[in-house]
């Protein structure tokens, strides 16, 4: 997924109150603990040292953006009592470069976690010291793995930048229309995200992507892309 957010407060997006949720430590720590376990709310007051309407004002910012749910658990003697937890399984991830503002969700729908790579694994359960050592081995190499996957993710996105520039340039060229500058801007590079769409979309968006923008650059310049030849397949040969 791709794109910039732009707040509105008058009518914010998902990904707003995503950022305006998680913009506060408290409420960072308090979504660290439900991903531990469901919790009830006097559990983390107690844990973080806070008053109930403290821990019950950050939960509701929480669950207006979606990051957790509450319900009901039956009292076996005494009244039902509501507990919070996690319910989504998303990554966030936001660059910031001289050419570059890119936020980018990747979803991971109903799975309580993405398959880990095949070199990566994590050690059998085990006791004593070599089995301490053997844990904390594969959290480095872990580690490691999410460092060299950061690099990789800014060197993209700065040239993800330098790709939509030259876009922008070659719009810049003709005495083109503003609001056709506008648009292609705001196809390739989207002020809002749905949090929630289905990623399997993905494809289908871009293709429509591509064609709208050639259709408004083909306007601007009065020039249609000729239509690529079909390559002959194997097998394809006339004989005489």
């Known amino acids: 997924m791709r794109g910039r957010t732009g707040m509105s407060a008058e009518n914010p997006s998902e990904m ?3 950022f305006k949720a998680l913009g506060h430590m408290t409420r960072r720590r308090i979504l660290q603990l439900l ?3 469901p919790k009830y709310p006097y559990e983390l007051g107690k844990i973080l040292d806070l008053n109930r309407r403290v821990v019950l004002k950050h939960l509701e910012a929480l669950e207006e953006a979606g990051l957790v749910d509450r319900e009901l658990a039956e009292g076996s003697l005494g ?3 509501v507990y919070y937890k996690v319910n ?3 990554g966030l991830s936001t660059t910031v470069l001289p050419n570059t503002f890119l936020v980018r969700v990747a979803r991971l729908g109903e799975l309580e976690g993405a398959p880990a790579p095949t070199d990566l694994e994590a050690p059998k ?3 004593g010291v ?4 053997s844990l904390l081995t594969e959290l480095e ?4 793995r999410l460092e060299e996957l950061d690099r990789d993710r800014i060197g993209l996105a ?3 930048g330098q790709l939509i520039n030259q876009i922008e340039s070659m719009m810049r060229e003709p005495e083109s229309a503003q609001r056709d500058f506008e648009r292609v801007r705001a196809l390739l590079d989207p002020v809002g995200i749905d949090m929630w769409e289905d990623e399997s979309d993905d494809l289908q968006l871009w293709s429509k992507t591509v064609r709208e923008i050639l259709s408004v650059f083909e306007n601007m310049v009065g020039e249609k892309e000729r239509p690529r030849k079909k390559m002959p397949m194997k097998g394809d040969e006339h004989i005489e």
């Not at 190499?141 to 490691?144: A, E, G, Q, S, T």
């Open 16 to 18: 707003d109150k995503v």
């Open 35 to 37: 991903a531990e376990s």
């Open 79 to 81: 009244p039902d009592r």
């Open 88 to 90: 989504v399984s998303f």
């Open 125 to 127: 359960a085990g006791v």
């Open 130 to 133: 070599k089995a301490m050592r």
């Open 141 to 144: 190499r872990v580690n490691r």
């Open 158 to 160: 700065s040239l993800r």
